[in-house]
């Protein structure tokens, strides 16, 4: 059993609160927070204790800490859980810049700790379906792809905004990172980039309460249109804008020699998969026989799948056995290259070609899900 303590109890740090007893090996002893106050809260709803941030990380019962601070922090909070000799789980982006990245790989080695990142939406059954069919050829080989992540933003419902406009966030750093990590992990590594961007609004009005009509400033780019060159030559449309009202894209689509794949929205674990080959004929994959495809919550009227901590619980499940974790520092390193230079892109007019480089990870077939879960 693996004790877990978690830094940083905002809104997200409910969903790990609440989802990590469906799983194995792990048990939330712990939580910290900058605001006393706030961690007290978490504790007590949840049934753990409350520590300041160095009262955890001095703490002999935690062994992995779960950082879910906000993306400007999640470098040094990684670092420090590091140097207090404990494994580390962030949310993402797990870094911010490649260099900050490599820093916690040598620190990682040389204590000889592990690292992991969400997002781990990938292992859900929608995405480990749509995996297996394009293992298996169902489509061919894919040579493009498109993939949207198109709103107004987050000012309308989250009662504290700001960091979304930040830099380290916007909508290829916030949402980005489910797509860029789903892709990667249904055709391998991307190679170059371009894009374009630009930041439509210099500030945004809040519109949830309590902070309703106070307005922040916007200094990320908030309308960002990608090209991503695969290594395995497959070229994909990624848009990631928070400037839009309505649209009528879908999540995600690919296109193979031998038909065409419908996605859903890589944030959930669930969805439905279609194929549609030559003859024109769609049929959908069988998603929910996954055990992380099983719906069991319901959004906006719509019963969805969410397992967040499955990542976190499958890490776990590797120290015992061993072997590479799936959401892996490599991984989300290869992400945050992905992603950090598209906007690089934006801001040079320039492709850019990749610094980094990362397997695929290995499939989470049926039997190994159940395995992670009570």
């Given at each position: 059993m693996q004790g877990i303590g978690i830094i940083g109890c905002g809104n997200i740090?409910?969903?790990?609160l609440t989802l990590a007893p469906l799983f194995k090996g792990l048990e939330v002893r712990a939580v910290a927070d900058?605001?006393?106050?706030?961690?007290?809260?978490?504790?007590?709803?949840?049934?753990?204790?409350?520590?300041?941030?160095?009262?955890?990380?001095?703490?002999?019962?935690i062994d992995i800490v779960v950082n879910l601070t906000i993306p400007d922090a999640h470098f040094e909070v990684t670092r420090a859980i590091l140097e207090s000799g404990k494994h580390a789980y962030s949310e993402k982006p797990i870094v911010l810049t490649q260099e900050q990245g490599e820093v916690l790989r040598r620190l990682a080695a040389e204590k000889n700790l592990r690292i992991g990142s969400a997002p781990d939406t990938f292992l859900g059954g929608a995405h480990q379906a749509a995996r297996a069919a394009i293992d298996a050829g169902q489509i061919g080989d894919v040579v493009a792809g498109t993939a949207h992540v198109m709103s107004h933003g987050m000012e309308h419902w989250h009662p504290n905004p700001d960091?979304?406009?930040?830099?380290?966030?916007?909508?290829?750093?916030?949402?980005?990172?489910?797509?860029?990590?789903?892709?990667?992990?249904?055709?391998g590594p991307v190679q170059r980039v371009g894009a374009l961007t630009s930041t439509?609004?210099?500030?945004?009005?809040?519109?949830?309460?309590?902070?309703?009509?106070?307005?922040?400033p916007v200094k990320t780019p908030t309308n960002i249109h990608a090209l991503l060159e695969f290594v395995n030559g497959a070229t994909i449309t990624l848009s990631t804008s928070w400037d839009v009202w309505a649209h009528r894209h879908g999540n995600m689509e690919l296109y193979g020699t031998e038909g065409t794949m419908f996605l859903p929205d890589p944030n959930w674990f669930s969805g439905t998969v279609e194929v549609t080959g030559k003859d024109g004929i769609t049929h959908a994959l069988e998603t929910e026989t996954h055990p992380l495809g099983v719906p069991n919550q319901e959004n906006n009227?719509?019963?969805?799948?969410?397992?967040?901590?499955?990542?976190?619980a499958e890490m776990a499940a590797a120290m015992n056995d061993g072997r590479p974790h799936r959401c892996s520092l490599e991984l989300a390193l290869h992400a945050?290259?992905?992603?950090?230079?598209v906007?690089?892109?934006?801001?040079?007019?320039?492709?850019?070609?990749?610094a980094t480089t990362c397997t695929r990870p290995e499939p989470l077939t049926e039997d190994a899900a159940k395995a992670l879960l009570k």
């Open positions: 740090s409910t969903a790990y900058l605001n006393p106050a706030t961690a007290q809260a978490q504790a007590a709803a949840f049934g753990v204790r409350a520590n300041t941030v160095d009262g955890l990380l001095a703490a002999d019962d960091f979304f406009f930040l830099p380290g966030a916007g909508p290829m750093l916030d949402i980005g990172p489910y797509y860029v990590t789903n892709l990667v992990q249904l055709l439509p609004s210099p500030t945004r009005t809040i519109l949830s309460e309590p902070r309703r009509g106070e307005v922040i009227g719509t019963a969805k799948a969410n397992y967040r901590t499955a990542g976190l945050v290259d992905v992603m950090t230079s906007l690089t892109s934006g801001e040079t007019g320039q492709m850019v070609t990749l």
